[in-house]
């Protein structure tokens, strides 16, 4: 059973660029989740989707930073206009579905942003 | 979700069991306490997780205090492989709110 995976793994995008994370959850996992982790920082929460909607997004910056988790395909992050500090890991966790709050996330490997 | 407080960093000589402390006295009766902890610049990896009585699986043991105030996670025979960021984690089992908050965690350092 493959795990999360994250692709690409590292990205390099110079400022104004839009940047494109992908996030495939387990098999068989429904929600999932987007955290950042800047240079020596903890893990901050960024948003939680399920399927076709956007479940909490109270972490997510307020401008140019989306979230989708289509009914086919990949979650997607999308940074639109990208700026230095948007440099960081940013890792997707994916749970099973049933909707009950202690389900366990599985983290990917991540993707290293980095902005020129 | 009840803060938690860990120490900054451990040693632990290898072969050896390793005790990570941590403390949630704010903790309430349906929060889960989690532990997950974070190699050097990989994805965060779950060890475990309970909420009053103590857990065993093929990575750690949990063991959570009577008054739930408190827990320690036990890595029985360390490797240097173990050397990593852990982090204990408290989550409700209610509410809307889904995610998992990270402190900073303890550093251990398994030493050859």
């Known amino acids: 059973n493959a795990g999360v995976m994250q692709n690409p793994r590292h990205l390099v995008r110079r400022r104004g660029q839009e940047a494109r994370l992908r996030c495939s959850p387990m098999?068989?996992?429904?929600?999932v989740y987007w955290y950042r982790q800047l240079p020596e920082e903890g893990l901050k929460f960024m948003v939680y989707l399920q399927k076709e909607n956007i479940i909490d997004e109270s972490g997510m910056p307020k401008e140019r930073f989306s979230a989708e988790f289509p009914k086919e395909g990949p979650s997607i992050l999308r940074i639109q206009q990208v700026v230095r500090g948007d440099s960081a890991a940013y890792f997707c966790a994916s749970s099973p579905p049933g909707g009950h709050h202690t389900d366990t996330q599985y983290f990917g490997p991540g993707t290293r942003l980095t902005v020129l | 979700d009840a803060k938690t407080t860990q120490p900054t960093s451990m040693d632990c000589a290898e072969g050896r069991a390793a005790n990570l402390p941590c403390n949630h006295s704010t903790i309430s009766g349906n929060e889960y306490v989690y532990w997950y902890r974070q190699i050097h610049s990989q994805g965060p990896q779950y060890i475990i997780h309970g909420l009053k009585n103590n857990e065993t699986n093929e990575m750690a043991s949990l063991i959570i205090t009577e008054d739930r105030k408190s827990s320690t996670l036990i890595l029985p025979h360390a490797t240097l492989r173990d050397t990593a960021v852990y982090y204990c984690?408290?989550?409700?089992?209610?509410?809307?709110?889904?995610?998992?908050?990270f402190g900073s965690g303890t550093q251990l350092t398994v030493l050859p």
């Open positions: 098999k068989g996992h429904s929600h």
């Open positions: 984690i408290v989550r409700s089992s209610s509410g809307s709110a889904r995610q998992l908050t």
